[in-house]
């Protein structure tokens, strides 16, 4: 074997000679220019627009940081800020049960029996489901007149409940809605992870006499951590951006008790009751620093784990 | 294997597991499958407050043919497939070349760039809303399927290029390393080398990002109205209204929404559990 220089060095183009360097700035080209137009410059703008009054058409008045105030008065009056933050909160300490509960029905589901594996399918596919679709199926399972679960409590006597007009079961009964796709998500992360777990391991665990709750807890979970880190992301963001099924289920109502964030920001900013865009922007500016505190300790987590590698 | 294996277990637990799985399943799905009942029952079983029974009669035919003849869903179906494939296309090609740079190439921005990606990835819609409306009111897309595509690409690309980086990274980089020993171009061995170890992320990324863009709701509601460019989570409402009160075609409506995606699902399985579940294991 013999290596033929096929062209002299200085005949080379400069492109040639720098294509390490260059070629991976003209990958990354396109994917940069459309995720800076449509996503980071954005940011920027919003925080820029939260400091304005403007209805979206006309020239936009400088407020300096009276929308903050205003949403400052609105917390401490109890009024539809505060509200939103609330539920905001609730949603992200119950999705959370969405971890528990798919790990639960993963470990129930970990079998090899016949046909085990449609099994695991169909548990899977409310996640597939639009979350649109899934809050349609849910506002007619708590229908008050014929909805799957008042004819339930019918059975035992109890009931009926409104669940969706009841200011105080609202946010808990859409929350249980998003339980179901979320809780799929979890189990097929815990399936996944389960299929990993290093047999010896649990052998070595047996012999040590560590069963059922005892293996779960020191020797299964610690194997599971980067499931369940995948879980926790995905359940926080997916807590936090919770719109579409109350969009759907409640329109925010009754009352407005079922806000979120996400979703008063829209009403703000984008439906009948006005475009206050600068309003709805300095509502996005506080959920994207509640946001950011979430994505710096994933992204710290990320880091950690990227310097371990090298 | 834990838990251990129901085998291994008295008989008895055995059946009492083979019994539980199709209750517990059962169960899981009711409400689902509440709704499908409802999408073959006539309309007199509601007026007649029939709900649970079995359907008086079978309008199965009838039911889904209101759907698809006499109303705009299969408009808004349309929609959302030609929204949904460009998305795909877009934002797959967008993250394999972007994931090839950051996955292949050492250089100073290369983890920062990365970041950027997923930070923005996780960022929430409404802090995005007004601007993006507003570039896309500005550039004449609003109410277009362009419009959405190209937000949609721009969005995806930072998830899809997370999942590139990773995956190119996961290859054996003595392959690269030979390549340009024999002097391949850069871009041969994009096109030769990288690409075609690619496929099952490719057909991974492709399954979820048409599930994602499929039920995409919120920018959907934003950026456009009308059943000539709405897809159909966004349409599904106006269809709603359209039949008001009248359950066992909203069902029948749902279902056919829905049905896309978990067709692809069912289709796809292997790689879109891939996909979904990439990093859960070490």
């Known amino acids: 074997m013999s290596v033929t220089p096929t062209t002299p060095t200085e005949t080379r183009s400069w492109y040639y000679r720098n294509q390490q360097a260059i070629t991976p700035w003209l ?5 940069i220019l459309f995720f800076a137009v449509y996503v980071i410059v954005p940011i920027f703008q919003s925080f820029s627009i939260s400091l304005y009054e403007w209805d979206g058409l006309g020239t936009a008045e400088y407020v300096g940081l009276r929308n903050y105030e205003d949403l400052y008065w609105e917390f401490v009056d109890r009024d539809a800020f505060f509200v939103s933050l609330k539920n905001n909160v609730i949603w992200l300490v119950m999705y959370l049960l969405a971890i528990p509960a798919g790990l639960f029905i993963a470990l129930f589901l970990n079998q090899t029996v016949t046909g085990i594996r449609l099994y695991k399918s169909l548990f899977f596919f409310p996640f597939v489901i639009s979350q649109v679709v899934v809050g349609l199926v849910f506002s007619w399972f708590y229908d008050p007149t014929f909805g799957l679960l008042n004819s339930f409590l019918g059975v035992f006597g109890l009931g009926p409940v409104n669940v969706l007009g009841n200011e105080n079961l609202v946010t808990y009964g859409i929350i249980f809605a998003g339980l179901w796709p979320q809780t799929a998500y979890c189990m097929i992360l815990y399936l996944t992870g389960l299929n990993a777990v290093d047999p010896e391991q649990i052998e070595a665990g047996r012999l040590d ?12 979970l610690p194997q599971l951590r980067p499931a369940t880190f995948i879980a926790f992301v995905v359940t926080i963001i997916g807590a936090l951006r919770s719109f579409d099924l109350i969009s759907i289920m409640t329109g925010g109502g009754p009352f407005g008790s079922s806000r979120v964030l996400a979703y008063y920001m829209f009403e703000v900013a984008l439906s009948e009751y006005g475009f206050r865009m600068g309003y709805g922007a300095a509502i996005a500016v506080v959920l994207f620093v509640i946001m950011m505190g979430f994505i710096a300790y994933f992204l710290w987590s990320m880091y950690r784990e990227e310097k371990g590698a090298h | 294997m834990f838990p251990t294996p129901i085998e291994k277990q008295s008989a008895g637990a055995q059946v009492a597991y083979k019994t539980l799985l199709p209750v517990a399943l059962l169960m899981w799905l009711a409400p689902l499958l509440a709704v499908a009942l409802f999408s073959i029952k006539p309309d007199t079983d509601f007026t007649n407050a029939n709900y649970w029974g079995l359907p008086s009669s079978f309008e199965f035919a009838h039911n889904y043919g209101q759907v698809f003849f006499n109303s705009d869903m ?4 349309l929609n959302s497939f030609l929204i949904t494939v460009p998305t795909v296309i877009g934002a797959v090609a967008l993250s394999a070349m972007g994931g090839f740079a950051l996955g292949i190439y050492k250089f100073r921005a290369n983890l920062w760039i990365f970041f950027m990606f997923v930070a923005g990835n996780f960022v929430p819609f409404q802090i995005l809303m007004v601007p993006v409306r507003d570039l896309t009111l500005g550039l004449g897309l609003y109410n277009t399927k362009t419009g959405l595509v190209l937000f949609h690409i721009a969005f995806q690309t930072g998830f ?8 190119i990274r996961s290859l054996p980089y003595e392959l690269i390393e030979a390549a340009r020993v024999e002097g391949v ?9 990288v690409l075609p170890l690619m496929k099952p992320a490719l057909a991974a990324l492709s399954v979820l990002i048409f599930t994602f863009i499929w039920n995409d709701y919120f920018w959907a509601v934003v950026l456009t109205q009308g ?10 409402t106006s269809f709603n209204a359209q039949f008001r009160a009248a359950y066992h075609l909203m069902s029948a409506g749902s279902i056919v929404a829905a049905l896309p995606p978990v067709a692809m699902f069912f289709l796809m399985q292997k790689h879109f559990i891939a ?3 990439l990093g859960a294991v070490k």
Request: proline share 8%; hydrophobic share 50%; glycine share 8%.
């Open chain 1, 27 to 31: 990958f990354l080209a396109p994917g």
């Open chain 1, 209 to 220: 006499n560590a069963k059922g709750l005892k293996m779960l807890w020191y020797i299964i």
């Open chain 2, 74 to 77: 299969p408009r808004y179906l």
């Open chain 2, 160 to 167: 899809c290029t997370l999942f590139m980086r990773n995956f």
């Open chain 2, 185 to 193: 171009a850069e871009w041969r061995i994009f096109w030769y080398v």
């Open chain 2, 227 to 236: 059943p000539e460019s709405q897809p159909v989570t966004a349409g599904i």
């Open chain 2, 275 to 277: 996909g979904l579940t």
